[in-house]
């Protein structure tokens, strides 16, 4: 088993919050407008984003953050609402447009009357993905849209037994076996059969309000409802606890999303700790201190083993406590910083070339910015030749542009071209 990358796991329960973070700059997600809403993480690849205008981030194992807005991939990246990773490490951004596909540098765009549903106002809960092509995005007014990895199915309390179109959660079972978490109960789906779980089929007071669903591989099944309960299927048989039951503190703390991470263990995340689930019991650690509202943070377990929270800022857990990753813009570096590089041919219409033979068989970053700091390109690449040839997008206006180069060392290049 791969070691997890925290403080030790003794199982204390450590409540002692750190202080609240500092404000920071205005690029930086700082207000309740700007909460994090989804969290996706692939080996040490991070993707998250943010409400509205922010678009979405993509951040890289060395913790350098990329921007994505509409003016990136001629999506309508401006109101993201949920990110995932496919098992193959593609990314899938959903957002107001309907989803969009990244394999490699090519994008796919399913619109939303390709997928059957729209996603205004940010009524899109989850995406969730499994094997063979397979993914599910669930909506709070529309149901849910399911692909086989051929073409969509939508779901609803029209044309299936679900309970209600409002989706809190979704998760893979065996055999692509759909579980939905809902208010008014949990719905399972295996091809055309249903099985639902409610109030009266568990004899759990109350089985409404789900938030959250999670399925282990040794077949048991947890849910979150909207205050500080939980409760397992175990053998066909269901258990009602709270949050005492399993040693956090239940007073004033709300229940969040669960997480699997990729070593199987269930993580719950809360108002005031994350716990996880592993052969040996429960262990709890301090949740992060969101200190823009009174929720759970949203939370995700890399492949290096590091556990990350996000909620109005992203951070992540160290022996020290939780440490606060900057998702500021870069700013635009002058020549006096850097070392000059040599573009040509200058001005550019489409491609240019830069020679660096001092880097070859290094793995190198290229970025363009215009001169207000907006980026149009991103790149990295393992530079086998001396020259590297770099082709603009085709939406890039006419204009001044700085070109930024640097490799894994930390060295950087800078050069102005002209695009005309």
Known sequence: MR??????????????????????????????????????????????????????IYLSATEQPTFYN??????????????????????????????AKKEGEFWTNWDTSTIGLTFEYNNMTAIRTAPDGWLAVGTQRQGVAVFNGFAWRCLNIRNSPLPSNNIQDIAFGPNNCLYFATTKGLAVCKGNNWKLYTTATTGIPDFTNLTSVAVLTNGDVWVTFSTNRVALLREGIWSHLNLADLGVPDEDNLVGKLYVDNEKRLWISSSQAISVLDQNGWNHFTSMKIHCQAQAPEIAVDGSGQLWAAGCTLQKLTTSGWESISLQKQPVLTSKQVKP?????????????????????????????????????????????????IDLPAYMPEGEYVLLVRNDAGKRLIGKFLKI
């Open 70 to 99: 509409q003016k990136n991939e001629n999506f309508a990246f401006s109101n993201v609402q949920q990110v995932a990773f496919t098992p193959e490490g593609d990314w899938l951004i959903g957002h107001i447009g309907g989803i």
């Open 3 to 56: 070691s997890l990358n925290l403080p030790s796991l003794a199982g204390v329960l450590c409540l002692c919050l750190h202080p609240p973070l500092e404000a920071t700059p205005a690029q930086e997600f700082s207000s309740t407008d700007d909460i994090i809403q989804s969290l996706a993480v692939f080996d040490q690849e991070k993707l998250l984003c943010s409400r509205e205008n922010s678009g979405f």
């Open 341 to 389: 590089i040599h573009i040509h041919p200058n001005p550019v219409t489409d491609r240019f070339i830069v020679d660096i033979p001092q880097w070859m068989q290094q793995v190198v970053r290229f970025e363009i910015f215009d001169l207000k700091g907006n980026q149009w390109y991103s790149k990295t690449s393992l530079l086998q030749e001396e020259s590297y040839n």
